[in-house]
């Protein structure tokens, strides 16, 4: 596998390569710094954006030696980093509480959403903080490039169809507690959400949804290359008794892929990865820090050693 996997921790970042079959660490940067969100764009050398819990967002130009601030308008919560698929100089940033800051040329100028302003955003929370919701993920197909998603803990599901300047709430019967969203490989119009409720799905571009694993899940992955595989992680509730599933007919039906991990497990799946460049692997970032790894056919997870770390996020640099 070549390329480098940047982790997120509480502590800072990890960069990891896997060679003689096995993970070795091969650079640290942004110590002290908790990561909960990784955005990474391709040159030389790259750029990566880091989002953190207290320290607002980060950049780097130079691969990671420095760091610069982003300075944005009480956003010092961040909890999701997003580029379109056919614009890498724009990036969405999704905050606690909830609102959007977007910019279109690399983070020379930025535009807010204005969410916090809105009638609806008066009834967003999070059970865990005083802050008033969050924006946990984005989602956008390369079909459609100028139609973006954000899911919001706890309020639902937002839409934008004009690349972002503007959004508008959906109300197609989805749980308003939004973890994830996971765009279809190949269908603009279908999605699969992580939420409070359960996993859902939608087959129109989110005007309506269907239940299709009725448990408390955060984490759901579709198969970059095979869009009728899919991964998610219920749990029978909050932080317990989860356990990894998988679909292998576009969500219809779902089976126990946990091999390798204890079923239930003491705590659950906060996060699942699938990268296009690393299509046959899947990772698992668990409720207790942990990162896990396996085969996408054959499924049998494995630890990545990360000694004394707790594992927030990852990307493929």
């Not at 896997?18 to 070795?24: A, N, Y």
């Amino acid at each position: 596998m070549s390329g480098t996997l940047l982790v997120g921790t509480q502590s800072g970042i990890l960069a990891l390569v896997f060679d003689d079959d096995r993970w070795r660490t091969v650079d640290q940067t942004l110590h002290g710094h908790d990561v909960t969100a990784l955005w990474c764009v391709a040159g030389e050398p790259p750029t990566i954006w880091a989002g953190t819990y207290g320290d607002g967002l980060l950049v780097t130009r130079n691969g990671g030696s420095l760091w610069e601030p982003v300075e944005l308008e009480d956003a010092a919560f961040v909890r999701a980093l997003f580029s379109p698929p056919d614009h890498p100089q724009a990036l969405f940033v999704g905050l606690e509480p909830a609102e959007i800051w977007r910019t279109t040329d690399g983070g020379r100028t930025w535009q807010q959403a204005g969410l916090r302003s809105w009638p609806e955003a008066a009834s967003w929370y999070l059970p865990y903080s005083p802050r008033a919701g969050a924006v946990r993920t984005f989602a956008a197909h390369p079909a459609a490039p100028s139609r973006l998603y954000a899911g919001i803990e706890v309020g639902g599901v937002l839409r934008s169809d004009d690349g972002g300047k503007t959004w508008r709430l959906l109300n197609g019967g989805i749980d308003p507690d939004v973890h994830h969203l996971a765009p279809h490989p190949t269908d603009p119009n279908t999605l699969l959400a992580a939420t409070g409720g359960g996993v859902y799905r939608t087959r129109n571009g989110g005007q309506t949804w269907e239940c299709v694993v009725d448990a408390y899940t955060r984490a759901v992955a579709y198969h970059p290359l095979k869009p009728e595989v899919a991964f998610a992680g219920p749990a029978r509730q909050v932080g317990r008794g989860g356990r990894i599933l998988a679909t292998r007919n576009g969500g219809d039906s779902w089976i126990l892929a946990a091999t390798g991990l204890p079923v239930p497990m003491p705590g659950m799946v906060d996060a699942l990865y699938l990268f296009p460049e690393w299509p046959e692997i899947v990772f698992a970032v668990l409720s207790d820090g942990r990162l896990v790894w396996s085969g996408t056919e054959r499924v049998e997870w494995q630890p990545v050693p990360l000694p004394g770390v707790r594992v927030r996020c990852c990307a493929l640099l």
